[in-house]
């Protein structure tokens, strides 16, 4: 019933045997395995050393927090983030090296020093985890560390499937890791082109590693989606009814309506592809009565809605900046939620303008046509919403704001290129050009930026410290760079009529706007030391960064900000009242800004578990054995994960109650860090948008 | 909070339980799905009539499904979940009907499926 697979192959090892003769050697992947091995070596030394181990463990791994989840959903995605600059920096470098017939090869390739192989596993592994393993777990741990406390609830709906999904994303971040060192990835684009992802034409590990991995990452997202929705919807603190929730919490509820009811059919579309790879069906092979055309058809009813997944809760981040730091509310608030609902709605019609030259012909390619246009007019409706909202405010260009402003100037690109694109007959001559992938990144970047911006923003929240301006803003400067010199040139080579995915440039003249992009990618590096220098000398000045009241940017509007920096594990210690769409700001508006609360009652809370990490290791398993074909530990994980379930099911000791009398303890505790005389002090009148705007708070 | 302190045979989801229905929504399942099978394999009817057949069968087992495990109905306790169900009914519309008006004129085209 299984396929036969080339090489050698055994029951007990599976196809494991075949890294012993076939290893593709390079220095890089030494490189990459050796910062890999020392910095592991470094984190187990120091955790050891300073007796941290119990720390991590009851802290932060068995954690069921919203808030701590969500921080490490940020970390993950960062480190992702981070060896996917890396990757660029090489596709970019090498690109440049190998351009005409003359130009030097090293490290086994004629030009460049990657061969074609190698740099198509590194194009593939760069989409593939860029989208899925870095900005979706960044937007996932923002959802997460924030909705919450935004809406004013304790915790999640369900806890303990959220610290699942934080394993699940994980494991599958650490199974790609594994394939950097273990075997190969795959070599067929992050879209997985078909027919080249069968196992005649790939007859190796890497689509292997890549469908296990997005399988695994996607059952997360699918049960991050459900839990968001359910804490949305029906955890809401009094008061809060669905016209007042703020627009992160609104696009976070869009955004995983569209994850909900998408997730699944990649999940669907990759498991046929398994079928047609492991036992010989034939959905996909272009032989035998398979459709190769129905995957990428099913791939982007995915794919599209996608790019919405990850757009709206940046748009929502912008909607949470931009008032603050132009001192007033969000222009239009009903309007936002329309677009936002809106741009959800649309995304669902659009998908097949990403195979236009398919060659379904002039009815169908002008339906999606139009249909994608229209998602210009929502998107156009914030653009203004944000641009009325600045208009007449006060504007502080600190950092977050100056994120979000580039953001919104990024928007102009990338929304016109889309616009582009969207027309059929500019998209028959740019169609995988660079164009194409130039419109990408510069929609990506949006996402990069308002990520920075919210990272910079909510930092005070979560851990009760600001980030240094001073170094936030020659992050932003490099980055911004950066992102000019790579794009601006890559837009002209898509117009010259480079196409993307190449390992030999042929045209010795586009040389020079290919070195303008490594300028630019050194500039992104640069950017990089320059964040994390950032958040070192931050958490070294923190004492002198303190923030000391509960409103860290003294003119944020939502509920968050009435919750302590950091707040308490359960958030809030008497569940607020809303009275506004701006809660906070009403709040200070009328002078209750008081963070005490008048009495205190006992809290229900989660207690921790082990299984969420558990079961993140037998996932590895699971993903492992299946990419290596190893029958018996790939059957085994799924009966040892069952049994977890099955047990987690018999677990009746799952929560608990905090006295009255240890919340007030606690509270106690945690007042000490405020300067109660400031926070009773926040006080401010006209901002709610009433005539008459004389606060004195910010000359 | 996931928890309640009320026993899990209280929840109304639970207590709606039945085995008849249960035996009942298996023998649906089993026979719409052996009746599909048998007109794929030994049918012996036009492309277009075999497609209906086994849609319009297809469609019988969903809602069996649907009524008889799941329990989908307009109770308090059921609502939400029925309306979730109703929400994807669009969604399933568009990727079905508009993929097949794609394909339909992609075969027209580039005689997709002659080889
Ligand atoms: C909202 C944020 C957006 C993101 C994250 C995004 C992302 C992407 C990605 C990842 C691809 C190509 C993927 C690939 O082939 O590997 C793409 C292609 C495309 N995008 Fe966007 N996009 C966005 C917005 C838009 C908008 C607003 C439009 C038009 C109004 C648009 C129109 C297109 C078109 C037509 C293509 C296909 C180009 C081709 O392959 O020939 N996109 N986009
Ligand atoms: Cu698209």
Known sequence: MFMDVQGPSNALFGRLPMILDLHYNNPWIMFAFALVVIGGIGTVAALTYFKKWGWLWHDWLTTVDHKKIGIMYIIVGLIMLFRGFFEAAMIRTHQAMAVGPDSPGFLGAVHGYLTPFHISEIFTVHGTLMILLAVTPILVGFMNLIVPIQIGARDMAYPFLNAVGLWLTTAAAALCMISLFVGSFSHAGWVGLTPLTQLDHSPGVGVDYWIWLIQISSIGSTLGALNLIATILKMRAPGMSLMRMPIFSWTTLATNIIGLTSFPLLTVALFLLTLDRYIGTHFFTADGGGNFMMYTNLFWLWGHPEVYFVVLPAFGFLSEIIPTFSEKPLFNHTSMIAATMGIAGVSWLVWLHHFFIMGAGPEVNTFFSVATMLVGIPTGVKVFNWAFTMYKGRVRLETPMLWALGAVLLLIGGGMTGMMLAIPAINYVSHNSVFVVAHFHNMFLIIAFAIFGAVTYWWPKAFGFRLDERLGHIFFWLFWAGSVFVFVPMYALGFLGMTRRLDYIAHPSWWPLLALEVVGIALYIASVAAFVLQIYVSFRDRERNKVTTSDAWETSRSLEWAAHCPPSFYNFAATPIVHSNDEWAWRREHGVTSVVPEKYTSIHMPKNSMVPVVLGVLFIIFGFAGTWRIGWMFFGSIIAITAVLIFRMFQKDIDYNIPAEDVEAYEREKLKSVDRAAQDNVHQTGEMGDAGTDSPAHG | ?115
């Open chain 2, 1 to 115: 909070m996931a928890h309640h302190d009320q026993h899990p045979l209280d929840h109304p989801e639970v207590q709606a339980s039945s085995t008849p229905k249960y035996v009942f929504a298996f023998i649906l399942a089993m026979g719409v799905m052996i009746a599909s099978c048998l007109i794929t394999v030994v049918g012996d009817m036009s492309q277009l009539a075999t497609l209906t057949w086994i849609g319009v069968l297809a469609l019988i087992a969903v809602i069996g499904q649907l009524y008889f495990l799941f329990k989908l109905d307009t109770s308090k306790a059921m609502i939400w979940h029925t309306v979730s169900a109703a929400a994807t009914i669009p969604l399933f519309f568009i990727a079905i009907v508009l993929t097949i008006w794609m394909f339909h004129h992609l075969e027209m085209r580039v005689m997709l499926g002659a080889g």
